[in-house]
């Protein structure tokens, strides 16, 4: 507990919020507030959990990011994945977050309780654990997310086949992080001065990959741990860079985070994903490259070739501000539905379901009070 409770001091989170200020003094008020991102939904619940905006004081401007997997889903990859999971000779396992996202058909819960069997799992190697006892239906585990989680949706596709089980197979909605970046700095809208980036995402993928933000879009960034100390001393960097005039990647979370990565993550992603030429993310449309699937090679365990399933793009409904919220236009309380007609208990839109969703943490900050 004492290296937690470190990270929860309350005179180091004043030193740190007192450096910020210091730093800020140093830019020209014109050039306030700055707009900082967190890419990543877990940093998010973080600063809403431990009240982190409450020491700063009104120069900055936190925005919450795209980085939660269930949020950046479309309802048409949804609607995809209830069309297989209906289907008689499927089982489909999910991260159980992913149940309640709605499409136009509603959700994977609803699809349940109309006759589906989709499966609760902790990670695909309970979807292999199910496949290896099925004689008769295919097991489809429903792959989502950044880096972080292809490595074990890849490792668990080859050992699938160093197995020889036939009876598993991925629905790979797998996205990228740095098309995903790309595709923020290039979309119209508020400007960003810099970007607090995902430690467990980088501990895949290294540090380098980031440098295109940095060179070609001069903004800094900065690799943060999840600790509120974390989130604090990563800001404190990325506005002592902002005020020096630099555009760095810079890492703070360094006790975990290596400059390299892990190379044999990134082969085993290498190996089984291929670039997508376009998918659609929530917010920012269909992009090329943000989106992987499986690769030829393995087209035996790739959901989608082995059964037909349709992906429509479905917009969210009008009232929701989903999109506005994952580019970083729109606070989440700002949405019109936010809090009445959307809420944890009620979900209209996929922010507020995910453990990582924006607008769930503002919901939850908002009842809990200032």
Avoid: K
Avoid at 33 to 44: D, Q, V
Avoid at 155 to 175: K, P, S
Avoid at 287 to 306: H, K, N, Q, S, T
Wanted: net charge neutral; charged share 25%.
């Amino acid at each position: 507990m004492r290296f937690v409770d470190e990270f929860r001091d309350p005179t180091r989170a004043h030193g740190l919020a007192a450096a910020i200020g210091r730093n800020l003094d140093r830019i020209p008020a014109g050039r306030l507030p700055l707009r900082l991102m967190e890419f990543c939904g877990g940093h998010t619940h973080t600063i809403h959990r431990y009240g982190l905006d409450r020491l700063l004081d009104g120069r900055i401007e936190l925005v919450h990011g795209p980085g939660c997997p269930v949020c950046v889903l479309p309802r048409g990859r949804v609607d995809a994945c209830i069309e297989l999971a209906l289907r008689p000779d499927v089982i489909l396992a999910s991260f159980g977050d992913a149940l309640r996202v709605p499409g136009r058909r509603g959700t994977l819960l609803e699809a349940r309780a109309a006759g589906a069997d989709v499966r609760v799992v902790y990670s695909p190697l309970d979807a292999l654990t199910l496949a290896r006892r099925e004689r008769e239906r295919t097991v489809v585990f429903f792959a989502l997310g950044f880096e972080t989680t292809m490595p074990a949706t890849a490792l668990t596709l080859l050992e699938a086949e160093r197995e020889g089980i036939d009876r598993f197979a991925v629905l790979c909605n797998h996205v990228t992080t740095f098309a995903t970046l790309r595709a923020l700095l290039e979309a119209p809208g508020p400007g960003l001065d810099g970007f607090v980036a995902p430690g467990h995402v980088t501990m895949i993928t290294g540090t380098a990959p980031y440098a295109f933000v940095a060179e070609e879009f001069r903004r800094p960034v900065v690799v943060a741990g999840f600790e509120p100390l974390d989130l604090l001393q990563a800001l404190a960097m990325l506005v002592a860079q902002l005020a020096d005039g630099r555009s760095e990647v810079e890492n703070q979370y360094r006790r975990v985070v290596a400059a390299t990565g892990n190379a044999a993550a990134r082969a085993a992603i290498a190996r089984v994903f291929a670039p997508r030429e376009a998918f659609e993310l929530r917010g920012l449309g269909a992009l090329p490259e943000v989106g992987v699937r499986i690769a030829e090679r393995y087209a035996a365990f790739d959901a989608e070739r082995r059964f037909p399933v349709t992906v429509a793009s479905v917009d969210d409904p009008a009232e929701l501000r989903c999109g506005d919220v994952l580019r970083g236009a729109l606070a989440p309380a700002a949405c019109p539905a936010f809090g009445t007609r959307c809420t944890p208990q009620q979900p209209l839109g996929a922010l507020m379901v995910s453990s990582e969703g924006a607008c769930a943490a503002a919901c939850a900050r908002h009842r809990a009070g200032p």
